[in-house]
């Protein structure tokens, strides 16, 4: 049997050649665009909405509320869409996003949008967030046998994380150009074009029952590696959180720059996370904690230039090593649910990981706000990375042993 890590290549043509994910893939790839391009319009549509002296504080809350709620509707919502295929759970979060992104856009262009009003609706965008990004990886998993799901991630990641290269240095000069508003409506467009992919796939008959009961928390529970795994991605998260605060504060208010230096942050970090993912075949032979423990600490050692030194450029060859170094964590670690999840209970489990990491981002997104406004944008960062440096040597020993041919 060819493996990903002997012959990559092939596999992705391998993966690409189902039919329901080549249609799907360029849908997910289009609103990761969007998003990428919100990244950099929320921040500073928040920053013009909020009072001078609470500037870090509703950019916390507006960049936590694109996220937060997506735990509490993994388990409001977890009846409603237990007998959803992965398509289906994709085109109803998608067809959401839509609807509200757009409902923002239009009260911002009328002057009628309040930061509290633009809060509330993000977080009604994100409610099914945990569900639609399960489906996603359901598709995989519903099509793709076990040696070929690491690539059907990395594909994923990595058309995502290419738009977003995009995304991001596009969003600075729309930003600067016509305001975040409108490209808070590209966003929603982008949405709505990934929601008319996936709906004719969705409530297709598969081999995976991908609503199985509800979000399963049992299952998460009753397997210690992949609580364990989800437990440090949580604590990563917290402590990334703070970084999408601290970064635009960073960017508009001590260097004194453009949204498009924004955008080039966050691009050069995609640019580097499409390396690294394509590279997800490579680590397969490695032990998945060996992959874990590198990932923690090359991320924070790569916020270390931004938050030392104070022009742009080592911030951004930073960043751009960041990206490559995080850019396979998703892929490798996604596919040890896959493979030891029952097929039934998989996108409950994965909307139960996803709804445990979310609010780890929020968390940490929400104490960014005052802690950049209490010690300022580039110490935030600086701080961000220390911690997650030590993170990474705390687990580094925890698992000095790590298991065998787990990943």
């Given at each position: 049997?060819?493996?990903l890590?002997?012959?990559p290549?092939?596999?992705?043509?391998r993966?690409?050649?189902r039919p329901?994910?080549?249609?799907?893939?360029?849908?997910?790839a289009v609103?990761?665009?969007g998003?990428g391009m919100?990244?950099?319009a929320v921040?500073w549509?928040?920053?013009q909405?909020a009072?001078p002296?609470?500037?870090g504080?509703w950019?916390?809350?507006?960049?936590?509320?694109?996220s937060?709620?997506?735990?509490?509707?993994?388990?409001?919502?977890?009846?409603?869409?237990?007998?959803?295929?992965?398509a289906?759970?994709v085109?109803?979060d998608?067809?959401?996003?839509?609807?509200v992104?757009g409902?923002i856009?239009?009260?911002a262009?009328?002057?009628?949008?309040s930061?509290?009003?633009?809060?509330?609706?993000?977080?009604?965008?994100?409610?099914?967030?945990?569900w639609?990004?399960?489906?996603?990886?359901?598709?995989?998993?519903?099509?793709?046998?076990?040696?070929?799901?690491?690539?059907?991630?990395?594909?994923?990641?990595?058309?995502?994380q290419?738009?977003?290269?995009?995304?991001?240095?596009?969003a600075?000069?729309?930003?600067?150009a016509t305001?975040?508003?409108?490209?808070?409506?590209?966003?929603?467009?982008?949405?709505?074009?990934?929601?008319l992919t996936?709906l004719?796939?969705?409530?297709r008959?598969?081999?995976?029952?991908?609503g199985?009961g509800?979000?399963?928390w049992g299952?998460?529970?009753?397997?210690p590696?992949?609580l364990?795994?989800?437990a440090?991605t949580c604590?990563?998260?917290?402590?990334?959180?703070?970084?999408?605060?601290?970064?635009p504060?960073?960017?508009?208010?001590?260097l004194?720059?453009?949204?498009g230096?924004?955008?080039?942050?966050?691009?050069v970090?995609s640019v580097?996370?499409v390396?690294?993912?394509?590279?997800?075949?490579?680590?397969?032979?490695?032990?998945l904690?060996?992959?874990v423990?590198?990932v923690?600490?090359?991320?924070?050692?790569?916020?270390?230039p931004i938050g030392?030194?104070?022009?742009?450029?080592?911030g951004?060859v930073?960043f751009?090593?960041?990206?490559?170094?995080?850019g396979p964590?998703?892929?490798?670690?996604?596919a040890?649910f896959?493979?030891t999840?029952?097929p039934?209970l998989?996108?409950?489990?994965?909307a139960?990981?996803t709804a445990?990491?979310?609010p780890?981002v929020?968390?940490g997104?929400l104490?960014?706000?005052?802690i950049?406004s209490?010690?300022?944008?580039?110490?935030t960062?600086?701080?961000?990375?220390?911690l997650?440096v030590?993170?990474?040597v705390a687990v580094?020993?925890?698992v000095?042993?790590?298991?065998?041919?787990d990943?």
């Amino acid at each position: 049997m060819t493996t990903l890590a002997e012959a990559p290549t092939s596999v992705y043509r391998r993966v690409l050649a189902r039919p329901s994910l080549r249609r799907v893939l360029p849908g997910l790839a289009v609103s990761a665009l969007g998003d990428g391009m919100s990244m950099v319009a929320v921040a500073w549509l928040a920053l013009q909405l909020a009072p001078p002296a609470q500037a870090g504080v509703w950019t916390g809350l507006a960049v936590a509320a694109y996220s937060l709620p997506a735990s509490v509707g993994a388990v409001v919502f977890s009846r409603l869409v237990r007998r959803m295929n992965g398509a289906a759970l994709v085109a109803v979060d998608a067809a959401v996003r839509a609807a509200v992104l757009g409902t923002i856009a239009a009260l911002a262009l009328a002057d009628a949008l309040s930061a509290l009003g633009f809060v509330g609706l993000l977080a009604v965008s994100s409610l099914l967030h945990a569900w639609g990004n399960a489906g996603a990886y359901t598709m995989v998993a519903e099509v793709l046998p076990a040696e070929e799901q690491i690539a059907g991630n990395a594909l994923i990641s990595t058309f995502t994380q290419a738009a977003l290269v995009a995304g991001p240095a596009l969003a600075g000069f729309l930003t600067a150009a016509t305001g975040p508003a409108w490209v808070i409506l590209a966003d929603a467009g982008s949405f709505l074009v990934l929601a008319l992919t996936a709906l004719p796939l969705a409530g297709r008959s598969t081999t995976v029952r991908s609503g199985g009961g509800g979000i399963a928390w049992g299952e998460l529970l009753r397997r210690p590696q992949l609580l364990g795994l989800v437990a440090v991605t949580c604590v990563l998260y917290f402590l990334y959180g703070p970084v999408e605060v601290a970064l635009p504060v960073f960017v508009a208010r001590e260097l004194d720059a453009s949204p498009g230096v924004l955008g080039a942050y966050w691009a050069v970090f995609s640019v580097g996370a499409v390396v690294g993912g394509l590279s997800a075949g490579l680590l397969q032979r490695w032990s998945l904690w060996t992959v874990v423990v590198g990932v923690v600490i090359g991320w924070g050692l790569a916020l270390l230039p931004i938050g030392l030194a104070s022009s742009i450029w080592p911030g951004l060859v930073g960043f751009a090593v960041g990206g490559v170094i995080y850019g396979p964590f998703n892929a490798v670690c996604t596919a040890l649910f896959q493979r030891t999840s029952p097929p039934e209970l998989l996108s409950g489990v994965l909307a139960a990981r996803t709804a445990l990491t979310i609010p780890s981002v929020a968390a940490g997104t929400l104490l960014g706000g005052p802690i950049v406004s209490e010690i300022g944008g580039q110490r935030t960062l600086l701080l961000s990375g220390v911690l997650t440096v030590v993170l990474g040597v705390a687990v580094a020993v925890v698992v000095r042993r790590p298991p065998r041919g787990d990943g």
